[in-house]
């Protein structure tokens, strides 16, 4: 028996397709037929061309894609109201060695779950609809990515995963190994179409990763085609590491492992000089800026108008300070005026870091476009409640949207055609259930930290 076909259409609201060539359309509509964009478009012209198909009455509200976010640590979050038995770390390497390494050196795969399925929601709520995670769990490596596939499969966000390999303690290439045992058998359901989840090589960072390490993935990464998700110079203690050790600046080592390239993700960036900044540029490597949480560890402000002047296509990520998108595009654009002194700097760009960007990236990693409205791009669409006080056209969305769109409620998420979230309420999900059960794993779990 052949497959029925799911077909929705969401109409009667402004939609904005963002993209290259970002349209607003007033009483606009977006058809989507098996999870996948169809047409965009006036809602009575759709409306018959989609007779019998599921509809969502948007009533005036905003039609958008569903935010992308590029850099995120689904493992962090039992970190929220722990307290570690040292002194308070004084700076970012004790932050690694008194909160993170003991605590991803502790996780197990239950703590793994509960620890992917509480951001994920929070990402259905605040519209983000794709997510490029970075997942650290050195006490079990083998077999963790399966466990947040299988949350994030649970919960039907669309993600691209790895393992953050690191020599750290001496654990390598089990990371390595379980990298490559996860892109097996994720790409073979890629192959066959299924692509909600995704995947990467990963390096922690390469002052815990040894050369052999270094090498190896960045080899498999190109016999993968998938570039390798890595922080790079979040802190000063990287570069002088890598200096002292190795005489090269992170991204050189980078580079000549043969690690840069299109799908590469090189994280944070902060202490990057102008000869790696042309390397990344050469190379068409993407960088993501994590503004909330460099401020967080007073890391620093990574050079962004350096960056974007040479051609680097630079995107935006949270690094776990949380899944939504909207507090970090805000504060980039704070950070960059305020580090720059200059109030005219930075407010479209800070814009396009999300909205455009961020679609783009992603977009390297699927097999159709995501962030965007278009015909043959994903389904993924949000609903903003968002009722403009002034005239909202083409030219003044960017004003809209920093200081008005970001802080209006999510109202209805979509992902690949399939409602997560419709008027604020989740769908197939028992949030208070999940949340019940995440607190008994957090509770066992500091216990042993």
């Known amino acids: 028996m052949a497959k029925k076909e799911q077909v929705l259409l969401i109409g009667n609201g ?12 007033q009483d606009g509509a977006v058809l989507i037929r098996d999870g996948v964009i169809e047409a965009v478009g006036k809602t009575a012209t759709l409306r018959k061309k989609a007779r019998g198909a599921t509809y969502i009455n948007a009533k005036g509200k905003l039609i958008m894609p569903g935010f992308v976010n590029t850099h995120m640590h689904f493992y962090s979050t039992f970190a929220r109201g722990l307290c570690p038995k040292q002194p308070a770390a004084k700076n970012f390497v004790e932050i690694l060695d008194r909160l993170w390494f003991p605590l991803d050196k502790t996780l197990n795969a239950d703590d793994i779950y509960y620890s992917t399925l509480v951001p994920l929601i929070s990402a259905i709520k605040s519209g983000t609809t794709t997510m490029i995670d970075h997942h650290e769990s050195q006490g079990f490596q083998l077999g963790s990515l399966d466990v947040i596939e299988k949350a994030v499969r649970k919960v039907g966000i669309r993600g691209c995963l790895t393992l953050g390999a690191s020599d750290r303690y001496k654990k390598g290439q089990d990371g390595v190994e379980e990298n490559v045992r996860f892109l097996k058998k994720i790409q073979a359901k890629n192959r066959k179409g299924d692509d909600m989840v995704t995947g990467m090589m990963g390096l922690h960072a390469l002052f815990t990763v040894n050369e052999d390490t270094l090498k190896v993935t960045c080899d498999l990464a190109k016999a993968f085609n998938t570039g390798v998700h890595v922080h790079i110079a979040e802190d000063k203690a990287d570069e002088d590491f ?24 090189a994280i944070h960036c902060v202490h990057i000089n102008k000869a790696e900044m042309n390397l990344l540029a050469k190379t068409d490597t993407c960088v993501v800026t994590n503004p909330q949480s460099n401020m967080n560890n007073a890391v620093g402000v990574a050079p962004l108008l350096d960056m974007l002047e040479k051609g680097i296509l630079v995107g935006l990520g949270t690094d776990a300070m949380t899944p939504g998108m909207v507090d970090d595009v805000r504060v980039v654009n704070i950070l960059q005026k305020l580090a720059n002194k200059d109030p005219r700097v930075f407010f479209v760009e800070s814009c396009n870091l999300l909205l455009n960007n961020n679609g783009t990236i992603a977009s390297r990693f699927f097999q159709k476009p995501v962030g965007v409205l278009k015909k043959g791009a994903y389904g ?70």
């Not at 402004?14 to 359309?25: H, K, P």
């Not at 890598?242 to 993700?265: E, H, I, S």
């Not at 008027?423 to 042993?448: D, H, P, T, V, Y």
């Open 242 to 265: 890598n200096k002292k050790k190795y005489k090269k600046t992170v991204v050189q080592r980078l580079y000549d492992a043969g690690g840069l390239g299109p799908k590469t993700l």
């Open 380 to 449: 993924d669409v949000i609903l903003v409640d968002y009722d403009p006080p002034t005239p909202l056209n083409g030219n003044t969305f960017l004003g809209h949207f920093l200081f008005g769109i970001c802080g209006a409620r999510v109202d209805t998420t979509v992902v690949n055609g399939k409602i997560l979230m419709q008027e604020g309420k989740l769908k197939g999900l028992n949030e208070s259930a999940i949340m019940a059960a995440s607190r008994k794993q957090a509770a066992a779990f500091w216990k042993r930290f």
């Open 14 to 25: 402004t939609l904005i397709t963002l993209g290259e060539a970002n349209r607003i359309i």
